[in-house]
């Protein structure tokens, strides 16, 4: 597969996040993805390693009980032969607490 194809499906992985179509990006995964966030703390629900689609359908069930995401916008996209890495703006706000977080996120694939 092509650099340029797999970045095409990547943006529709984060088009289908931005609509909040979890299936669709279920569907883009393989059965034995291997997905992480931050890994080296407990402080959020949603981070940890999952292994499988049923668990990557967990992160954004715990994702999205504590968090409203408020801007997605990918904004850099670079892929050879095996990988594709982008850069994400991001913010999102706690439904708990109402304090925002902005940053950029880092994805590799």
């Known amino acids: 597969m092509s650099a340029d194809v797999k970045i095409k499906?990547?943006?529709?992985?984060?088009e289908a996040f931005g609509r909040g179509d979890v299936a669709a990006i279920l569907d883009a995964v393989t059965d034995d993805v291997d997905w992480?966030?931050?890994?080296?703390s407990a402080a959020a629900p949603w981070y940890g390693v999952r292994h499988g689609k049923d668990a990557v359908a967990g992160f954004f069930a715990a994702f999205g009980s504590a968090m409203e995401v408020e801007e997605f916008t990918p904004v850099s996209f670079a892929?050879?032969?095996?990988?594709?890495?982008?850069?994400v703006r991001f913010r999102a706000r706690?439904?708990?607490?109402?304090?925002?977080?902005?940053?950029d996120l880092h994805h590799y694939f």
């Open 36 to 40: 992480a966030a931050e890994t080296t």
């Open 9 to 14: 499906i990547i943006g529709q992985v984060y």
């Open 94 to 103: 706690s439904r708990s607490t109402g304090r925002t977080a902005a940053m």
């Open 79 to 87: 892929a050879n032969d095996t990988d594709v890495l982008t850069v």
